[in-house]
């Protein structure tokens, strides 16, 4: 089973500042499998980034996604308002299919 | 426009039963593997059940390995999940999930709103 590691728990920034957020995978899987989703409260998730670094249809580009080895990161450049919320990376490489706890993005 | 509708949520007691419904629209229904992700009050996501798109391809977390069936109809745009012998720990907001391909490995790519499964006594 793969388990998917978040960090940190909670980033809290300003607008306008950039955000990293970090999924560390137990075992390597193909970067086609791992995906990132943004939740509000509220709300049902929203697929941002998928295969690793491609973006969902309508998702802005200051998101990007990115892989190194079995470390993948989302990039927020620029934040906006909008993007304060739970950031969750899913890998669907091998049942379960398993997401990381999550990262709260929150207003500083 | 895509859209899924999640109905069945309710209060169950422990050991009961329930069917929970996504009713699919603005797609080709049998064209694509949908999933359910479930979120107990306050926690993170939690995949439970994958179908594809022709329903011959099942998959299930452990945890409810057993326990639940989904399925799907796609003469009526709807996929179901089948709730037995239900505990406590499977209260939740359960999520029906579009994938992007006819493949479960696919991300999701809709979702619905949701509906609330309460299992208490």
């Known amino acids: 089973e793969i388990v998917l590691t978040q960090s940190p728990g909670t980033l809290s920034l300003s607008p306008g500042q950039g955000a990293t957020l970090s999924c560390r995978a137990s075992?390597?899987?193909?970067?086609?499998?791992l995906a990132w989703y943004q939740q509000k409260p509220g709300q049902a998730p929203r697929l941002l980034i998928y295969?690793?670094?491609s973006r969902a249809t309508g998702i802005p580009d200051r998101f990007s996604g990115s892989r190194s080895g079995t470390d993948f990161t989302l990039t927020i450049s620029r934040l906006e308002p909008e993007d304060f919320a739970v950031y969750y990376c899913?890998?669907?490489?091998?049942?379960?299919?398993?997401f990381g706890q999550g990262t709260k993005l929150e207003i500083k | 426009e895509v859209q899924l509708v999640e109905s069945g949520g309710g209060l169950v007691q422990p050991g009961g039963s329930l069917r929970l419904s996504c009713a699919a629209s603005?797609?080709?229904?049998?064209?694509?593997?949908m999933s359910w992700v479930r979120q107990a009050p306050g926690k993170g996501l939690e995949w439970v059940s994958s179908?594809?798109?022709?329903?011959?391809?099942?998959d299930y977390a452990d945890s409810v390995k057993g326990r639940f069936t989904i399925s799907r109809d796609n003469s009526k745009n709807t996929l179901y999940l089948q709730m037995n012998s239900l505990r406590a720990e499977d209260t939740a907001v359960y999520y029906c999930?579009?994938?992007?391909?006819?493949?479960?490995?696919?991300?999701?790519?809709?979702w619905g709103q949701g509906t609330l499964v309460t299992v208490s006594s």
């Open positions: 179908i594809s798109g022709g329903g011959g391809g099942t």
């Open positions: 899913q890998q669907s490489g091998s049942s379960p299919y398993s």
């Open positions: 999930a579009k994938h992007s391909s006819n493949l479960y490995v696919s991300p999701d790519d809709c």
């Open positions: 295969g690793a670094s």
């Open positions: 603005g797609f080709t229904f049998s064209s694509y593997a």
């Open positions: 075992q390597s899987f193909s970067s086609s499998y």
